[in-house]
Every structure is written in C-alpha cells, then in structure tokens.
Nanobody, 124 residues
Framework: VQLQASGGGLVQPGGSLRLSCAVS????????IGWFRQAPGKEREGVSC????????YYADSVKGRFTISRDNAKNTVYLQMNNLGPEDTAAYYC??????????????????WGQGTQVTVSS
C-alpha cells in the first residue's frame, strides 16, 4: 500500500492550490481517504475525509467553504482543492487511508496507511 501526496508549494494569501494523493496497492473505491496537516510545533490536524461507501465528505470547520475534497477512483487519486488560502493553512499536508470516515474521522489513529507529506506555504 502506497500513498503519494503532491501539489504543495508556495502561494500568496488568497491563492489556490490543488493537492493530489495517488494511491497504489489497493482499490481506492473500497477505502476512505483523509487529508491531514501538521504545522511545526502543532499536532496533526484532520482537514477532510472522503468516504467510499456513501460518497459523503467531511471537513474541519477551519476549512469549510474553502477546501473541496474529491476522488477519481478510475485514476486511484484523491484531490484536495484549496482556495482562499491564508497563512494559517501553512503546514505539511498528508493523505491517509481508513476503512471509512467515522464519527471521529479527524483523529489520526483512525487511519492505517500514510503518505509522505507535501508542504504548503502561504506567504506574501
């Protein structure tokens, strides 16, 4: 099982980025995928989750209305579209697998496999 996160970079406040999480070694349509982020000195924070079973999506309050998670099962890829970025969004972003987006989807220990992080830096 492998997950490869990409798409991070340096962006100005108010800008946008789209992160990708390419998965291999398993069938994406059987699993939920979560996005997390971790800023220096802070705990890993759940950002969003996309469920495989019912198509539901979940977001942290801090990103609702700005971030959109989506999946392309045919390409085994999950995306995180991030708009209106602010300095508070600066962090390393990670994707991870779970059987489902449960009631505590935002807890890292609900996830089994993790990709390496991709850095997002929002700065002028």
């Amino acid at each position: 099982v492998q997950l490869q996160a990409s798409g991070g970079g340096l962006v100005q406040p108010g800008g946008s980025l789209r992160l990708s999480c390419a998965v291999s070694g398993f069938t994406l349509d059987s699993y939920a995928i979560g996005w997390f982020r971790q800023a220096p000195g802070k705990e890993r924070e759940g950002v969003s989750c996309t469920s495989s079973s019912d198509g539901n999506t979940y977001y942290a309050d801090s990103v609702k209305g700005r971030f959109t998670i989506s999946r392309d099962n045919a390409k085994n890829t999950v995306y995180l579209q991030m708009n209106n970025l602010g300095p508070e969004d600066t962090a390393a972003y990670y994707c991870a697998t779970a059987l489902r987006c449960g009631s505590v989807w935002y807890y890292p220990y609900e996830y089994d496999y993790w990709g390496q992080g991709t850095q997002v830096t929002v700065s002028s």
